[in-house]
């Protein structure tokens, strides 16, 4: 289940045999290790835009997916050429 309480097929919930079986992260290769050790992403210094929560299609969120990484941004573009007075 995802965090809303539907089915995700995609990154299922894990089962206690999942944990069990599941590599520890020093035994990751070396190149592994590195990548997920990366600092994320830290706050904007001067924030531009606004984080929302709104309820979309899923056949739009899905369209909107399948743009490829990007696709939050397209958005943002789309609806502001749609509504923002620029």
């Known amino acids: 289940m995802s965090k809303y309480g539907t089915p ?17 992260f020093k035994d990751l290769p070396a190149d592994v290790q590195r990548v997920l050790s990366k600092p994320k ?10 984080l929302v929560s709104m309820r979309l299609s899923r056949d739009v969120v899905a369209a909107l997916r399948a ?20």
């Open 41 to 50: 992403r830290g706050p904007q210094k001067a924030p531009t835009k606004m």
């Open 67 to 86: 743009t490829g990484d990007g696709w939050q941004t397209r958005a943002d573009e789309a609806l502001r050429q749609k509504f923002a007075k620029s």
């Open 8 to 24: 995700d097929k995609d990154n299922p919930e894990w089962t206690k045999e999942d944990f069990a079986t599941a590599m520890k």
